[in-house]
């Protein structure tokens, strides 16, 4: 079992640069891929960006490239998201989630992680 906890959300500027943090627990963070899911109020939940297991490839929604980064730090069994250039639009709860032996083809769906925070707002608002 793994028990993800996130932080960093809030309110935030259009144009801000908020970094939202993955506490994991429970299991080494190095045997998991991890993603960063959002969800708008009335809207399905999105993917927005996907690390492998290595740390040496990464993945990113069409709507979030060049803005957001994602990157882990194994050792202190963390994840984090980096955003820059925050619209309105990006306004959701953001969810941190895990999963072991994710498929490149699995990456995006939602359906295919087996651990998820609780997830924290970010409300992109002048």
């Known amino acids: 079992q793994v028990q993800l906890v996130e932080s960093g959300g809030g309110l935030v500027q259009p144009g801000g640069s908020p970094r939202l943090s993955c506490a994991a627990s429970g299991r080494t963070l190095r045997s998991y891929a991890v993603a960063w899911f959002r969800q708008a109020a009335g809207k399905e939940r999105e993917f927005v960006a996907a690390n492998r297991r290595s740390g040496d490839r990464a993945y990113y929604a069409d709507s979030v490239k060049g803005r957001f980064t994602i990157s882990r730090d194994n050792a202190k069994n963390m994840v984090f998201l980096d955003m820059n250039s925050l619209e309105p639009e990006d306004t959701a709860v953001y969810y941190c989630?895990?999963?072991?032996?994710?498929?490149?083809?699995?990456?995006?769906?939602?359906?295919?992680?087996?651990?998820w925070g609780q997830g924290t707002q970010v409300t992109v608002s002048s």
């Open positions: 989630a895990a999963k072991s032996g994710l498929i490149l083809s699995s990456v995006p769906m939602a359906s295919a992680y087996d651990y």
